[in-house]
């Protein structure tokens, strides 16, 4: 595999390797450079997709196999023709729910932002860069940890709610009740472990940096003499933004809320620790069958499986997006 | 004036919004008790005695981060500059597919490339070892070197290369004398890019480790059941002060706007 590609990159003309060298030098270390990424980056997904045709056998092991019984039981449940459960699709669309919201969520509020510091000084778009990649880079354990202390129920905003007073107001106005229809209260003072809102709020956050470098480059890029033109002319925020602004940006934003929304689908501690256990993700079901609980490797790389294609299909969606509009 | 104030008042919002978590955990650090609580009850700098010195399983974790951080972070670099500079000195369909290859890992869900990595070091008998690893985070940060030593040849004047080829110098002189001194801020910021999210990465090495060993992230992870310590937050802080460092490192010594993406600075 790796020769025939060798002879694939024959060298062209303009070519700045050194040309004196002997090839079969030249032609090894190539070979070795495809060996060395083909089978870090590829195999660990092919290994995925390999057993995930296999099946569990008693205790925690499992064998070879050639058999869709595990993508049945991810669509239709294990026993069907006979029972039909929807169980595991529920904990797909858990998946792709959790991430469409906390996607679009982090990219409206990290627009403006990154519009606003594009328009700094050269200096001051490197020091909020620092800070926006020192966040970026912070461990999804450090931010659950954070807001797992803000949102729990003897400290941080639930107690704030109840010393300030604002738990009683809310009875008061009865706006209350409502609050507990939406999962958020319990019927002493506002909760938000667990809830779907915390969830979803801990992941816009947890991608809100890459949100902000995401849309960095196309709004620095952005030509500020247009903008400029038409405030001369009159138009006011509102109008710049959506005629002169929003359109030349469009392609940027989507794209950003794709690479999130993809990002966000493999996450695992936030929603662990903060989603309802009927609402868990499929993240979360691949990590109980290949080290939790259930033990059922196979099962594990089948559900692994359509969380990549699910991935896949929208990181490809992005790129004929831009290569159409390109 | 109004505009102005209300870009101010929101940039200053969303610093607060993402700094809360951070301060909140940062300010439990300092609790003397077992338990943590905001505002800190007590304030103490014990926690970091223990973080540092102490407590064995936090000293460990924190050794194994570092190796893995460091060593994942220069292999990663390792692999990536050939990538790289085929990609910049050929431009062909195969250096595009093998550096597509190579940043897979980071575009795809970690958990699905964590599995994988599992069952690979699992057939090779390394499950567990700490130099699988180091290999595993390698492997998935392998695209940041990619990406910014690729920005730095490409930021290479062409002209450069013209005249060392018009005065005689060989291939490896001009590599030598033109495009690697020109590289080297670049080399740099990926090595710590992968640096920094390596060391704060989790879901890869939960699979790859299989308990045999912990790291920082992990060693949180595992106490996430039995309650929060104020020696976790010590940790937290350290985190984010080793990234400050990094990244303010990096925008002293190079152009962090320009590695983001910003036109070149007109000077």
Partial sequence: ?326 | MMARTLKTLFMALSALMLALPIMVVSGAALNSGRTMFFPPREPTLARFKEFFITETVWVTALTNSMIVAFASAALAVLIAWPLAYALWSRGTKASQVLAGLGSMPFALPPIVFGVGLGFLWAFLGVLGSLWAGVVSHAALFLALPLVTISIGLQSIDRAHLDAAATMGATPAVTFRTVILPQTIPYTLSGFFFALVLSFNEFIVMFFVSASSYSTVTLQIFNSLRNGYTPTMAVAAITFIVVSLAVFGAIARFGDLPRLMGAEPAKK
């Fill in chain 1, 1 to 326: 595999m790796t020769l025939a590609s060798d002879h694939d990159t024959a060298p062209q003309v303009g070519d700045l390797a050194p040309k004196n060298s002997l090839p079969s030098g030249e032609t090894l270390i190539r070979g070795l450079i495809w060996a060395v990424v083909l089978f870090l980056c590829l195999t660990p997904f092919l290994l995925v997709f390999a057993i995930s045709f296999g099946h569990k056998v008693e205790g925690a092991s499992w064998v070879w196999g050639f058999s869709l019984d595990n993508y049945k039981r991810v669509f239709v449940g294990a026993e069907w023709p006979d029972n039909v459960t929807f169980l595991y699709l529920q904990k797909l669309w858990y998946s792709l729910y959790y991430a469409v919201i906390a996607a679009i969520l982090a990219v409206i509020t990290a627009f403006p932002f990154t519009y606003f510091m594009t328009g700094l000084s050269r200096r001051a778009q490197a020091a909020w860069l620092v800070f926006i990649l020192s966040s970026l880079s912070l461990s999804e354990v450090f931010i659950v940890m954070g807001w797992d202390v803000l949102l729990s129920n003897r400290s941080g905003l639930p107690m704030l709610f109840k010393v300030s007073g604002a738990t009683q107001w809310l009875k008061d106005v009865g706006w209350f009740d409502t609050l507990r229809d939406w999962g958020l209260a319990n019927p002493r003072n506002v909760k938000f472990k667990t809830s779907v809102f915390a969830t979803v709020l801990t992941m816009a956050y947890l991608v809100w940096p890459y949100a902000v470098i995401l849309l960095y480059p196309p709004l620095s890029r952005l030509d500020r003499s247009t903008v400029e033109a038409a405030q001369t002319m009159g138009a006011g925020p509102w109008t710049v933004m959506r005629t002169v602004i929003l359109p030349s940006v469009r392609l940027p934003l989507v794209g950003s809320m794709l690479l999130l929304f993809v990002f966000l689908l493999g996450v695992y501690v936030a929603v662990t620790v903060f989603a309802e256990p009927a609402k868990q993700t499929m993240a979360v079901s691949v990590y109980e069958a290949v080290r939790g609980n259930t033990l059922n490797a196979p099962f594990g790389s089948a559900q692994a499986m359509i969380l990549l294609v699910t991935a896949a299909v929208f990181l490809g969606l992005g790129q004929w997006l831009s290569r159409r509009n390109a």
